[in-house]
C-alpha cells in the first residue's frame, strides 16, 4: 500500500526549511576512538557529512527582501519553484558512494506490507516531507529494509548499511541517497 499525500508549502515555509538545513539536529554519537577507527563496523555518519562542503543552497537567493513577497504574489509563486528545484537538486557527497554507515533520523513512510515498513525515507528532522517542505535532496535518504520494520511515521531510528549516491523521486520528496537497509532499529544515544 502507498502512503503519501503532498503538500504546496508557502515560500515562507520552504524558505525556512532551507534555511534550517545548517542548523540541523544533533543527535547523540559514539565518538569514542574505538567507533572511530573500526574497520568492521560501520561508519557512523552525521547529515552535515551527507552535504558537499562547498555547497550553499542559498547562494542565488542572497540580497532578495523575502519580507516583500505575499504568497499569492506571483513571484513568491516562482521563487518557491526556484526553490524547491534548487532543493530537488541538491548535490550529493560522492566520496561516500559505497561506504557501509550508520545514521540516525526520522522514518517517513512510503510503502508498507502485513504491519511492517517495506519503504520509507530517512529525514533528519521531525516533521520533515511530512508537516513541512522536504529537506534538500542531500538531506533525503531513501530505505528499503532488507527485513519488513515495525516503525511509524516519524519515529526516530538507526539505519544501517551500504550508502549509495542515487537519486528517487517519491510523493514525499526526491532523495540523493539510497540504501538497501541491513538493519533499522530504535534511536537511543551511543548506540
Known sequence: MKLSNMRKPSIAVLFTAAMGLHGLPAFAADTTPAARTSTAQPRLMTWEQLVPKNWDPMKEFKGMDLSKLEDGD???????????????????NAELDGVDIKIPGFIVPL???????????LVPYFGACIHTPPPPANQILHVRPRQGAKFRSMDTVWVTGKLQTRRNDSMMGVSGYSMTADSVTKYSAGK
Open 74 to 92: 506571483p513571484r513568491a509563486n516562482e521563487l518557491l519553484m526556484k526553490m524547491q528545484e534548487v532543493s530537488n537538486n541538491a548535490p550529493t
Open 111 to 121: 510503502e508498507e506490507n502485513k504491519g511492517e515498513l517495506t519503504e520509507f525515507l
